[in-house]
């Protein structure tokens, strides 16, 4: 990752000597471990019957799970301390 040196502080209350971090100028793999572990999406997905259920991946794209509805998926992320965001 790019490490800005130019403020060793900011608004936040963080450390003096705590390194901050310029995201416009992460890698795309960078960008896409950004909020692996907080983050999870729900894709609408059809079922090999014809129906449709709900695929919930990490932010980096890794399959997790399926679930019958889009509340039951939201519901499986919130149980795991993480947070939903819809894909269309």
Do not use: W
Not at 37 to 60: E, M
């Amino acid at each position: 990752m790019n490490i800005d040196h130019s403020n060793k502080s900011n608004d936040l209350g963080s450390a003096p000597d705590a390194e901050l971090i310029d995201i416009r100028h992460l890698s795309d793999l960078q960008l896409a471990r950004l909020g692996v572990s907080q983050l999870a999406y729900i894709k609408r997905v059809p079922t090999d019957n014809g129906g449709i259920a709900f695929a919930i991946h990490a932010a980096d794209g890794t399959p997790m799970a399926l679930a019958a509805d889009c509340e039951v998926a939201a519901a499986a992320i919130r149980q795991h301390d993480m947070v939903a965001a819809l894909v269309h």
